[in-house]
């Protein structure tokens, strides 16, 4: 529990840095909401300069920051200058809608990344060694990009899913089974694309941990003891190569919330993504800081998350900790 | 592919592409600029050998195409056939004109990847597009790698305070995903830039936002490095700071920096034409590989038009050429160097 608490403490600590740190880089970019808005001629120099004292942007640098950390204390994280309203009630739903598409294409990556690896691993040279080799480098070598917009191709020609967005047309109206079914058509495609992009590396690790695994002299014991082949591979083996496995899944957070991002906006799926560039194309300041501290949020309590399995799953750091 | 042929030929693809961008200004037929408003997204213009009374030709020809009817379809005109010039002048041979490897004489147009929405050659797009994003990718990967070998280096070699300060500074920076940093970074800066200074903000943004990482390996290696026996008996023997970094230290960071940059290239391409993509970088008429795909945005685009996707694939190409690459120099490297 210390090590849980401490590593917590540290998470929280870089959440702090990172808010100084994007706060002060925003602030010190040129122009601002209101710059933009003094392009418009009918908008004079006097009205510009009411709003910035109204919205407080005339005070200096560390006042505005605690005044942005007092809202924060508050769930509003500054003022969207371009909604007219506080981050805070922007950010909620979009936060939750990327955590639908990033857990869920997670728990399908490692569901399949697990059995596929493993059985990877008892594979001697061959064709079906060299098809896998093969096709996981394919897909290392495709780009995100290409991958999300292959897959829209396929939904726009044959009509199968729904081509971006979350929700059909008229989806408030729907009975509360129809509304979930709705959500996960919609869901299909961007969690292929988020599975297809982390997939391969997974099932690299998973494979390379298992084969180090079956080496080990508890497994030549275990076959010898007479225990079938599969439940050595799965009880014996996959649980001796789960301590890198499990630090893999922090590590591979980073990775998936970037890949997120970029799926989310090329599928229009209403998550973080499509909110920070709408507000960086709006140059609205705090709107872009509510995405980034989010997704460094996300970030860090999936570390904190994967350093929690590891305890459960490893006795030995378990027992360091204590 | 035998593992000896690997690392050659995958540098050999490599060179091609990038000397491909560099000579776009002879290899492509046209301006990328160029618009022909008349034939929006025609198709790739085909290559003939055999004319419409079946005679051979051995200097291939093309045939002008016109729109039939409303619809916008594209036939072509068989009535003349335009044999391909090679080593062609631009403006009828006018003194000035740039010289390309092969063109078509007017009216005639030879578009061997089709036109995109405005009636600009795809061909001439993509080898003008490849300039930008190939060496954005490129120059990113040379800035991060140097920044983070210089910090990396420092904070290995001398550790202490200054260890600490870059190292908990890393950590900052390796908490945020790295493309909402990257974003965020594009944030910051302003919206509407000239095409040459979109790519140097690009190659700066891009660059620096990854130091971290490159730099915690560097430390690593650099920390091993300085207490080797030889490394001490070379500072017993009175080396400065400087001596022991360049002859001793530095050299055992040069297998990381390439497999790094091996694998760091292709994914600063991809954030180069992400960016442009999403309307964040190298503007039109400007191409680059992202905004080229930008059109895809519109499904009619993405599911009528085929040849539109060719940047996509270009880029699906140089990414596996890189990954070749990165595998052939880790097999290459072996296990140590990872």
Known sequence: ?322 | MSRRAALPTALAALVAMHLAALGAGFLAPYDPTEQNRSVPYAPPTRLRFVDAEGRFHLRPFVYRLVRSGAGGAYEEDRRQGHPVVFLARDGAGAPGGRVHLFGVDEPARIFLLGTDAFGRDQLSRLLHGAQISLFAGLLATVLSLGVGWLLGTLAGYYGGWLDSVLMRSAELFLALPWLYLLFAMRAVLPLHLSPGQAFLLLVLVIGLVDWARPARLVRGVVLSARERSYVLAARGFGASDLYLIRRHIAPQTFGLLLTQAALLAPQYILAEVTLSYLGLGVSEPVPSWGNMLASLQHYHVLASYWWMWVPGLALVAVFLAYYALSEALHLRAGPTSS
């Open chain 1, 1 to 322: 529990m210390v090590r849980l608490a401490r590593r917590a403490a540290h998470g929280f600590l870089l959440l702090l840095g990172v808010s100084i740190l994007s706060f002060v880089m925003v602030e010190l970019a040129p122009g601002d909401y209101f710059a933009e808005m003094r392009l418009d001629p009918r908008v004079s120099e006097a009205t510009v300069q009411a709003l910035r004292v109204r919205y407080g942007l005339d005070r200096p640098l560390p006042e505005r920051y605690l005044r942005w950390v007092a809202s924060l204390a508050r769930g509003e994280l500054g003022y969207s200058f371009a909604y007219g309203q506080p981050v805070g009630p922007l950010l909620w739903p979009r936060v939750r809608n990327t955590l639908l598409l990033t857990v869920t294409a997670t728990a399908l990556a490692w569901l399949l990344a697990l059995p596929l690896g493993a059985w990877w691993a008892t594979l001697r040279r061959g064709p079906a060694d060299a098809g896998l080799t093969g096709l996981t480098a394919v897909l290392l070598a495709l780009p995100d990009l290409v991958i999300a917009l292959g897959l829209l191709l396929l939904a726009v020609r044959t009509g199968w899913f729904p081509a971006g967005g979350m929700v059909s047309l008229g989806h408030e109206q729907m009975p509360w089974s129809e509304r979930v079914r709705d959500v996960a058509t919609h869901l299909v495609l961007p969690v292929t694309a988020l599975v297809l992009s982390i997939l391969p590396v997974l099932v690299r690790y998973v494979r390379a941990g298992v084969a180090d695994a079956l080496g080990a002299p508890f497994v030549r014991a275990a076959r010898a003891h007479g225990i079938p082949e599969r439940r050595v591979l799965l009880w014996h083996a996959l649980p001796a190569a789960a301590n890198p496995l499990i630090s893999l899944f922090g590590l591979s957070l980073a990775g998936l919330l970037s890949t997120s991002l970029l799926v989310e906006v090329v599928m229009s799926w209403p998550g973080l993504g499509p909110l920070l560039l709408e507000a960086i194309l709006a140059r609205d300041f705090y709107l872009v800081l509510g995405p980034v501290l989010a997704s460094t949020l996300l970030l860090l309590s999936g570390n904190v998350l994967a350093d929690a399995l590891l305890m459960v799953a490893d006795p030995r750091i378990r027992d360091e900790a204590t």
